[in-house]
């Protein structure tokens, strides 16, 4: 490297990639039916691409390397697997697909990757950090092939480069990449992925010299692993991995200048270690972390900082005079005359793409919010603030603060009655009969046979209901025509239900679009967005609704659907509510009060909830808390705080559910071992979790722990529309019976049936149900 070209003043570390309208969705969807070919696919992501430099562009990112190049067909790792070439032994055919580029996967391959393909199974997918995001983790081992192999990277610059805009490519840094990889199947005992650091460094050489030669004059490499401290290896290993991988990038002749961005938390020890290494700056995210101490920062001379300060991850406006102040205190610590840019704390991947076309939201509401669009310019009136004073922001400053104190003055916003129903929960109120007798009332008046067989509370959502749902959205169908089709589908599965002959019944859940969404439409101080959708992995979006005030529930929820479902059987009728944490996690959450607040208040409403459903006679209730564990904060130090009052807002809302009410609860995607301590915690008498794709492995853990209540592990993998057989449900079974005793083991699929078709859905339960048969005495 000669000569380092100055880092624009202001700019975001990355943007969505599915397009306003989903514009990417629709065409690789397309593509996939084969309703499209690969080279109209190509010329739709092109035309994606330009409309984003246009639309950055026109908003101000005018600067050299201003505008991020981060587009992909999938997932951000995805696309430096394919870099590398470094697929799963069982995809190794796909490489050399294309004669021109020996080692890479090509278009299909890349999908295959994703997808999966008869009997290969897609590679796992998982949550990217604490967001809402799905990467595909990467399967290494000793013999996987890691080499620069193909270069949609560079071809991304190239092409902006003609057109005039030099970007800069984002890629996700070589440490991130091998620590968010797993050892794949095929990998020695005691091989860690980051044994192949050097391989990756050395692809990563040769990447950076062709984004030099495609015309980059920056290149960032996302570094989020290294605000975690919960990995599987020492500390002290990632530090000198960090050290290895930069010092040795740095010493690559021919490249652009190294960004390195250290996101979704503080880097922490990482920092100074990335000083001493040559590259030539640092991303620090300033919302989800803090300041650096001013000896940290000292370390920088000579390197130029990203100060990460509009939040990539939520979308509310920037307290701009705060951030300012932020950014003051950022800029004096640092070393005389270190350059500083404004940013966004993240990619802006987890936000919709502009608040202006949500022209249905309350315009109280829509004006407190600010979307991918309006963080741009957000970071650019920063910039322009923190280079020529305060005052040349003025009028930005001005209107911050009075859309602030409306925000504040809202009625919505702040709910005396809301608040002193908080303060005054006490300890009792999160706290149960103890479960010696809970069980005994339960017994009685449940009845169940041992081994019980339920499922996790939705059935197929079938095109029929999707139909009456849009059709009575669009005011084609009344309500009383609508409820008449729900109260029909529920009674089909009710029927079904009971020629299965399962133990606790549900009713399916047909009239919920979303688990979360369902139940933000019921609840004051919840709003939907029109346009709001965000990348959950792939082609996948979802529009998280927006929880902006004070917690109500202006009536019963559940209560109809549940009672009618009961009046239909003899047998127990399961009411099923989404969690606290699990609604929090799927919405964007108001910034303005402490999580732990809302948390009580979604608490207190389903409390109300539960009580109705008792009343109504419903004698057992699911409290769905999937999302417990990938909010787990990244550094263990924070996870106390988290688990205490997240674990605190579920025992309020089921902690007024009488001894003989069952309340269960459902965890899935999740690492269970990590959280089981929190889950025993939850108090639930029941638990559901995914096991069955490792095969029962969580169960001696679980054994270990102590866990003294009912646990139903999966014994059916919903995520596949294989059907287990009867045979497998059973070894399963018995597993889960040997590590548990028969009297704790409940029976049943690992998730809700939701994305299932009903052949397999019935010839799957049907062998569940066998299994429980076989194995009771
Ligand atoms: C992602 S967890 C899903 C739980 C929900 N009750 C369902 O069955 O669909
Ligand atoms: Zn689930």
């Given amino acids: ?193 980051l044994d192949r650091l050097g391989d990756v460094v050395d692809a990563y050489g040769h990447l950076l010299a062709d984004l030099q030669a495609a015309g980059a004059q920056w290149v960032q490499l996302d570094e989020p692993a290294l605000t975690s401290d919960a990995w599987d290896v020492e500390q002290g290993r990632i530090l000198a991995a ?158 911050d603060a009075e859309l602030r104190a409306e925000r504040a003055a809202h009625p919505g916003v702040n709910r005396p009655e809301v608040r002193s129903a908080v303060a005054a929960v006490t300890d009792a109120d999160r706290t149960r009969a103890p479960y010696a007798e809970r069980k005994a009332a339960q017994d009685e008046r449940l009845g169940l046979p041992e081994l019980p067989t339920t499922t996790i509370g939705s059935f197929p959502q079938t095109a029929e209901i999707r139909k009456a749902r849009a059709a009575h959205r669009r005011g084609e169908l009344d309500a009383a025509g609508y409820d008449a089709a729900m109260r029909a589908e529920i009674a089909r599965v009710v029927a079904l239900q009971e020629e299965l002959g399962l133990d606790v019944l549900v009713h399916g859940e047909a009239e919920r679009n979303d688990m979360v969404q369902y139940f933000a439409e019921l609840l004051d101080g919840f709003s939907a967005t029109e346009h709001g959708w965000v990348q959950s992995y792939g082609s996948r979006c979802t529009r998280p609704s927006i929880l902006w005030g004070d917690i109500t529930r202006p009536a019963p929820m559940t209560v109809a659907w549940s009672s009618y479902a009961q009046s239909l059987t003899d047998k127990p009728m399961k009411g099923m509510l989404t969690g606290p944490v699990t609604i929090m996690a799927w919405s964007f959450v108001r910034d303005d009060v402490p999580r732990a607040q809302v948390a009580d208040q979604l608490g207190l409403a389903l409390r109300a909830e539960v009580a109705d459903l008792e009343a109504a006679g419903i004698g057992v209730v699911q409290v769905d808390e999937p999302a417990i564990r990938e909010t787990l904060p990244l550094r263990r130090e924070d996870r106390p705080a988290y688990l205490e009052w997240s674990v605190g807002s579920f025992r309020l809302a089921t902690g007024g559910a009488a001894p003989a009410t069952q309340v269960h609860t459902h965890l899935c995607y999740s690492e269970f071992d990590v959280v089981i301590d929190a889950v025993d915690h939850l108090d639930a008498d029941v638990t559901s979790i995914e096991a069955s794709r490792s095969r029962m492995d969580i169960l001696p853990a679980v054994a270990a722990h102590g866990f003294e209540r009912q646990l139903g592990p999966g014994v059916w993998d919903i995520h596949s529309p294989r059907v287990p057989s009867a045979d497998e449900c059973t070894e399963l079974l018995r597993r889960a019976v040997d590590a548990l005793g028969i009297e704790r083991v409940w029976v049943n699929p690992d998730c809700g049936l939701k994305t299932r078709a009903y052949p397999e859905t019935e010839a799957s339960l049907r062998n569940l149900v066998e299994a429980a048969r076989r194995l009771r005495p």
């Fill in 1 to 193: 490297m000669s000569t380092t070209a100055a880092l624009p003043a202001a700019t975001i570390l990355g943007y969505p990639r599915i397009g306003a309208d989903r514009e990417l969705k629709r065409a690789v969807e397309a593509y996939w039916r084969g309703a499209s070919d690969a080279s109209t696919l190509r010329e739709q992501a092109a035309a994606l691409r330009t409309a984003t430099r246009q639309r950055l562009t026109a908003l101000g990112l005018t600067e050299a390397s201003s505008v991020p190049a981060d587009f992909t067909l999938y997932d951000q790792v995805l696309q430096v697997t394919a870099t590398l070439g470094a697929v799963p032994a069982r995809f190794r055919d796909l490489l050399g697909a294309d004669p021109t580029r020996p080692g890479a996967v090509d278009l299909d391959g890349y999908f295959t990757l994703a997808r999966g393909e008869g009997e290969r199974p897609a590679m796992e997918m998982t949550k990217w950090l604490d967001s809402n995001y799905h990467y595909l983790v990467p399967e290494i081992d000793e013999a996987t092939p890691i080499d620069y192999v193909e270069t949609t990277i560079a071809d991304q610059v190239r092409e902006a480069v003609a057109v005039g805009v030099t970007p800069r490519p984002v890629v996700v840094g070589p440490v991130s990449y091998l620590l968010l990889s797993k050892a794949s199947d095929e990998a020695g005992e005691d091989f860690h992925p």
């Fill in 242 to 399: 960090v050290r290895d991988a930069y010092t040795w990038l740095g010493a690559v002749v021919e490249r652009p200048a190294v960004l390195v961005a250290g996101t979704y938390g503080s880097l922490g020890e990482s920092l100074p270690v990335l000083a001493s290494t040559p590259v030539e700056a640092v991303a620090l995210d300033l919302v989800a972390g803090s300041v650096p101490p001013a000896q940290e920062l000292a370390a920088l001379e000579g390197k130029a900082v990203v100060a990460g300060i509009v939040s990539g991850r939520n979308i509310w406006r920037t307290d701009l005079a705060a951030a300012l102040d932020t950014l003051e205190e950022l800029r004096a610590a640092l070393p005389e005359g270190t350059a500083v840019s404004v940013a966004t704390s993240t990619s802006l991947q987890h936000v919709p793409h502009d608040v202006e076309r949500e022209t249905a939201l309350d315009p109280a509401v829509r004006s407190w919010l600010a979307f991918a669009d309006q963080k741009v310019g957000e970071v650019l009136t920063l910039a322009r603030g923190l280079a020529q004073g305060r005052e040349a922001v003025a009028a930005e400053l001005a209107r």
